[in-house]
């Protein structure tokens, strides 16, 4: 299993050894960038927080420890979130 694969379905930011989507939940999924193929816990967020995008820590973006990736609804209300870029 290739690494693309294997983060498939996971959820960004789940523990390691429960990373898949929970019952009871909503989730967008990620599409592109350092994080694409992530599923996006947005249970608790309105879509109103969302519609500006969300900037989501990660390591394996173009500024590594401590920079982000941001990505932004595909449409009013949408379940895919698209990588705009790499923020520090």
């Not at 959820?11 to 592109?32: F, M």
């Not at 947005?42 to 973006?61: A, C, K, M, Q, Y």
């Amino acid at each position: 299993m290739d690494e693309l694969e294997f983060m498939r379905g996971r959820v960004y930011g789940a523990d390691h050894d429960d990373p898949g989507p929970r019952d009871g939940r909503l989730y967008a999924e990620l599409a592109g960038g350092p994080l694409d193929g992530l599923l996006l816990d947005i249970t608790d967020r309105s879509e109103r927080d969302l519609r500006g995008g969300v900037g989501l820590p990660t390591e394996i973006g173009r500024y590594g420890a401590g920079g982000r990736a941001l990505y932004v609804p595909r449409g009013r209300g949408g379940r895919v979130f698209d990588w705009k870029g790499d923020v520090p």
